[in-house]
Every structure is written in structure tokens, then in C-alpha cells.
């Protein structure tokens, strides 16, 4: 049985740990996943991250973090989305991000925007994106690094 | 006489009082300018938000908000720059951002994007940034609210 439903404060170590364990978060990746979770843990609305989790069968097996991006009243963010490695293929990053666009489209946001990396560990996840129905809206050379470009992938939920 | 340095605590009333006078802001983007002013108070380096103010002849004139792109090595963000209506026209905001490509460049930087809007409000900074030698990278439809796009310039500060 799947379950998504907002993250609870005794799972940070799951959360962390799955970040490690996914192989492509930098340590100060992780570090900014906590830093945003202790914002949630204090205020979700204050703080604009919100956390759901995703269990099967009761095992937790990922998480997703977003939150309505900051002066717009239209867009929301997708932070991140990270499933654990050996529940992986398993359609649980769909079912998250499908919950996300959700929960967008009942606080009467219209479109998600994703910021990603162009380097090759994060293929799978633009991939990912592009197969859910997002569009690359644009890509910013050199923007995280010298070859690491930003990538803005967008999905509009309804039509205008 | 033109100065311009990091701004000090004592100077809040200032930059509230321009950033509302200015007639652009809505009263959400005074109140992050604030939020954003009293993590710069509490530590610059750990907010991640640096203030430089430009006082002309011994008057505060204006103010520029700056820094480094979250998880970037390589990118600044210009948050605002903001002149006083009074002030205006006497080439305070080319100074102001030159001063943040000074700042950016002496931090290892090789690029500043600023994030900005569409609307007709904002037609005489997107001139502005233009001027200074930015380029449109992108501009995403609808991003902040119907009719209200995302518009991305970036200054490149040197050769790759």
C-alpha cells in the first residue's frame, strides 16, 4: 500500500538519509535539505517548504519538498523529489510528483517550476521531468558552475 | 561627493522609506525587503544578503541588495537596486551596480542574474539592466501572477 501524506518531525533521519543514499546531492546539497526542513518544522507557511512523504507498505520510501515560489501568486517550486535507491522504478517519484501538482493546483497555482542541473547525474531526473509533462523553459550556461548550466523545466497545470 | 559601502543597521528607515516611495514595490515586496534586511543584520554571510548604500554629498540616495546564488559557484543574485525618487536620473543606480559587479567579481563570481518582471512598472529597470550590458536570458510566461512574466538578465563579468 502507498501513503503520501506531510512529512512528520521524527522522519528527518529518513529524509537525510535517503539524500545521502541517492548518490547525486553534494554534501552542501544535503545540508540545504535540513536547513529547509527545519524551516518547515518551525512554519510551513512562514518558511514556503512543504514536505510530503511517501510510504509503501509503511516503509518510507521517498520524499518530496516544494513550496509557492516567493512574490508570484501563479507558480510553486519543486525542490526536490528523492526516492530511496532500492524503491526506485517503482512509479513512487510519479505518485510524489503527481501529489505535488495536487496540492498546487488547490492552493489555486496554475504552473510548478523546476530548477535543475544540466550535469549528467542529473539526466534521469530531467528525463523524469520531461515524462511527466514538463517543458524546458530554459537553460542558463555556466549558472551553478563553469559547465554546470541551470535548467528550468516548467509544468502548467490547467489551461490558460 | 558619491559613497558607497556596506549599509548599517541605523539605515533601515531609509531603505523602507525609498523602497515605498518609489512607487514600484507592493507592499509584500517592502515587507521582503525588511525580512531580507534583518537577516543581513543578523549575519550577511549566513543569510546570503548584502547591502551597499550610496549617499550623496552626506544624503542616502539609494541602495543595492545583492548575493551569492544559492548552491552556485559562479553566479551573484542582484536582488534590487532603488534610488530616491529625488535622486534619480544622476547615474546613482549605474554606480550601485557597478559596485555589485565589483563585489561579485572580488568573490570569485563570474555572473549576476537578476530576476524581474514584466510589467510596465518595471520597463525603466529593465532598461536600466540592458544599459549596464545584461541580456534577456529567458522570460517565462505567467510566472508571477496572469500577465506578469519572469524576465531573466544576466551580466556576464568575464570572458570564459
Do not use: H
Request: hydrophobic share 40%; with cysteine; aromatic share 12%.
Amino acid at each position: 500500500m502507498l501513503e503520501i501524506k506531510a512529512l512528520l518531525v521524527g522522519e528527518l533521519e529518513e529524509i537525510l538519509s535517503i539524500s545521502q543514499n541517492v548518490g547525486v546531492f553534494s554534501k552542501e546539497e544535503v545540508a540545504t535539505v535540513d536547513e529547509l526542513f527545519q524551516g518547515y518544522l518551525k512554519d510551513p507557511v512562514i518558511s514556503g517548504y512543504n514536505y510530503l512523504s511517501c510510504r509503501l507498505n509503511g516503509a518510507f520510501a521517498g520524499y518530496a519538498c516544494w513550496g509557492p515560489t516567493a512574490l508570484s501568486k501563479g507558480t510553486v517550486d519543486l525542490y526536490w523529489i528523492c526516492v530511496d535507491k532500492s524503491f526506485q522504478n517503482q512509479g513512487i517519484a510519479a505518485e510524489l510528483f503527481r501529489a505535488v501538482e495536487k496540492k498546487a493546483a488547490e492552493a489555486g497555482r496554475w504552473q510548478i517550476v523546476i530548477w535543475t542541473s544540466s550535469k549528467p547525474e542529473y539526466e534521469q531526473a530531467r528525463r523524469f521531468y520531461q515524462k511527466m509533462g514538463c517543458v524546458l523553459a530554459t537553460q542558463i550556461t555556466d549558472f551553478y558552475d563553469r559547465g554546470d548550466d541551470l535548467c528550468v523545466y516548467m509544468r502548467i497545470l490547467e489551461k490558460r
